[in-house]
Structures are given as structure tokens and as C-alpha cells.
């Protein structure tokens, strides 16, 4: 391990890009492929990587949602998150906010009370017995209707008090966040924040980027980073102080690259961008080997690390007391390391 390696996985940071369901590692899918006596067409771990070929992010979800189905169980949404929970601590993970896609599950049946019901008791587990503050974000898959999406809203009212937020993911070729206005006006209506994916190089990305800026007014943006093609757009973000939560690995996996200078330059003029890992099971990646992916590519100093480390914070949506515990414990940190703090 070099010096960086160890620094990157001890950092204390938080994870704000992650869905849970893309936590599935090719072990734990055999596993409960046999508990729930499902058969699947890959007997071998090499076989299932073998199908791990993108080239872009329709692609990548051809593969990711078949495997869902070996999700059936309030246990079996218990057991993933758990498993995530425990990678994530030992690389450095101290609070993290977890993208679910219920739609992915009630819509092939499977209770939506299981589905929460399970990753709840992990997120109290993990608080518990790894120390770590954990929150769930639902989704809706926008290629799903708005219908669809609403009704799944009204499904989760019960359960608010387990949900942070709300987010959207999927497919975004034709499928624009203004066809999920109504339904995220009524999210905000009911006390939840908002997010929303604006993937990588989509037709119409920096549209769609304005859209959910202006109009959607969301309190942070997934992915985010075609902002740059417009720096007026860039400018509002950072008065705005919003967070992106960037993905690197994942990037290289659906486009032809990291977006290293994308995402460097946005931290560079000051804007909240963080790293995440996004679907780390399919890009073979939790947070702290994107840290020091990123760290590679891009020749970043600890101090750069410990930027996106303090963003990641700062772009949470941790009260103002953890919130800030959590920075002290990044000083605090840096300064065991002998590694200059970045410039205020
Ligand atoms: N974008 C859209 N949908 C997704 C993603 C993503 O990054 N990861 C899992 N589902
Ligand atoms: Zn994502």
C-alpha cells in the first residue's frame, strides 16, 4: 500500500452517490439466487463479470436490473445493504446517504415494506454496530411514468420518517426531469429534499442540467459535471453552493473517461463536488479506490483529497451539529497526517 492508498481509505468522508442495489457483488447474487431457489444462467463469478461490458449507461442498466430479481426478501435487502455497509466502513465511510429503487421491486412484485423494511434494519445496524450514520434517498426510474412514480410516492408516505430524500435515476435519453415536476413538487410539499441524476454526455444534458436547477430546484445534482459547457450555469451552482456528486470510476465505465478535468476543474473554482463510487459492485470501485483512482489520473495532492473529503460533508445533508463533528474529525485527521488543510 502506498502512502496515498492509506490515506484515501482512512479519510473520514461521506458517500452521497450510491445505490444500493448496485452494491450486488457476484458472491452474495449466487447466494441468494440459492436461498430463494432462483436459477441463474452464470454459474461462475468470471461469468458474471463477463457480462460486465458497457459502453454506455443503457447498456450498463440492461445488466443491473435482470440481477434485481434475486432480491425477494426483507432479509435479502438486509443482507446487501449490510454487506455494503461493512466495505464501506473500512474504507473510510462515516456517514453515507443510499439510493433504493423500490420500482425496480414492486414492480415484479415484491412488498414495498420489505423492501424498505429490510435496508431500514440495516441503516440502524450499521448506526449501532459500525458507527455510521446512515440515511436512505428513494428513486424513481424515469423510465417509468410519472404515474408510476407518484403512486410510489404515496406508497413511501408511511415510511417518511425512514426516507431523506428523493431522487431520480435510470434511463435519461427522452426521459427529461421536467416529466417529474409535478411529482418532486409534491415531494418538497411533504418535507423531502430533492435530488436528481443528470447523467454523463445524455442528448440534452446541459438542458436537462438547467431544468433541474431553475425549475426543479433541487437541493443537489447527481452526476452533473456537463455543466461545465456552460459557465454561467457553473457560476449560479456555486453561488448556490450546491453539491455534485460525482463518480469517476463509474464515468469510465459509461463514457470513454474518468471526466477527471471536468470534475478537477469544477473543485478547482470552487464548487461543492464530491466522489462517489455510484454502482460499485459493476465498477469494481467502493469510495476510497475512487479517491485514489482520481488521485492517479489526475495527480491530486492528500490535500486535494482532504477538499473532497470536507465536501462531501458539506454537500451532505447531516444536521448542522453532525455536520460539523464530522468536519473537525477531517482536521483533525489531516493533521495526524502532517497534510496541509486546502485554503479556506
Ligand atoms: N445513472 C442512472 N441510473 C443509475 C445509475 C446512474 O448512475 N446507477 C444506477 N442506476
Ligand atoms: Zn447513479
Redesign the pocket.
Known amino acids: 500500500m502506498t502512502d496515498l492508498t492509506a490515506f484515501a481509505h482512512g479519510l473520514p468522508k461521506a458517500e452521497l452517490?450510491?445505490?444500493l442495489e448496485?452494491t450486488l457483488e457476484p458472491d452474495l447474487k449466487f447466494a441468494l439466487a440459492e436461498r430463494n431457489g432462483i436459477e441463474l444462467a452464470e454459474k461462475t463469478v468470471d461469468e458474471v463479470k463477463a457480462t460486465y461490458d458497457f459502453t454506455d449507461l443503457t447498456s450498463f442498466l440492461a445488466v443491473y436490473y435482470p440481477a434485481m430479481r434475486v432480491l425477494v426478501t426483507a432479509d435479502d435487502f438486509h443482507d446487501l445493504a449490510w454487506a455494503y455497509l461493512q466495505k464501506a466502513a473500512a474504507q473510510g465511510v462515516v456517514h453515507v446517504e443510499m439510493?433504493f429503487d423500490p420500482q425496480a421491486h414492486t414492480g415484479r412484485g415484491v412488498p414495498f415494506a420489505d423492501v424498505i423494511g429490510g435496508y431500514r434494519r440495516a441503516v440502524v445496524r450499521a448506526e449501532r454496530e459500525l458507527g455510521i450514520s446512515a440515511e436512505l434517498i428513494m428513486c424513481f426510474l424515469r423510465d417509468y411514468s410519472a404515474e408510476f412514480a407518484f403512486a410510489t410516492l404515496m406508497e413511501a408516505l408511511p415510511y417518511k420518517q425512514w426516507i431523506l430524500g428523493i431522487g431520480l435515476?435510470s434511463d435519461e435519453r427522452g426521459n427529461p426531469p421536467e416529466k417529474f415536476a409535478e411529482v418532486f413538487a409534491r415531494a418538497r410539499a411533504e418535507g423531502f429534499l430533492l435530488t436528481m441524476?443528470c447523467?454523463i454526455d445524455q442528448p440534452g444534458s446541459i438542458d436537462n442540467i438547467r431544468t433541474v436547477l431553475d425549475e426543479i430546484q433541487v437541493d443537489r445534482i447527481?452526476?452533473g459535471t456537463n455543466i461545465v459547457e456552460d459557465p454561467a450555469l457553473v457560476a449560479l451552482a456555486i453561488e448556490r453552493g450546491l453539491g455534485f456528486?460525482t463518480?469517476p470510476v463509474?464515468n469510465s465505465f459509461v463514457t470513454e473517461q474518468m471526466k477527471a478535468d471536468e470534475i478537477v476543474g469544477l473543485l478547482r473554482q470552487g464548487a461543492k463536488v464530491t466522489l462517489?463510487s455510484?454502482?460499485p459492485a459493476y465498477f469494481g470501485a467502493y469510495v476510497g479506490d475512487t479517491y485514489i483512482a482520481l488521485a492517479e489520473q489526475a495527480e491530486l495532492t492528500e490535500t486535494d483529497l482532504v477538499q473532497f473529503a470536507i465536501n462531501s460533508f458539506e454537500a451532505s445533508w447531516l444536521t448542522p451539529a453532525r455536520r460539523a463533528a464530522y468536519l473537525a474529525a477531517v482536521a483533525d485527521y489531516a493533521a495526524r497526517h502532517g497534510v496541509a488543510m486546502p485554503a479556506a
Open positions: 452517490h450510491l445505490h448496485g439510493f435515476d441524476h447523467d447527481d452526476h456528486t463518480c463509474s462517489n455510484d454502482d
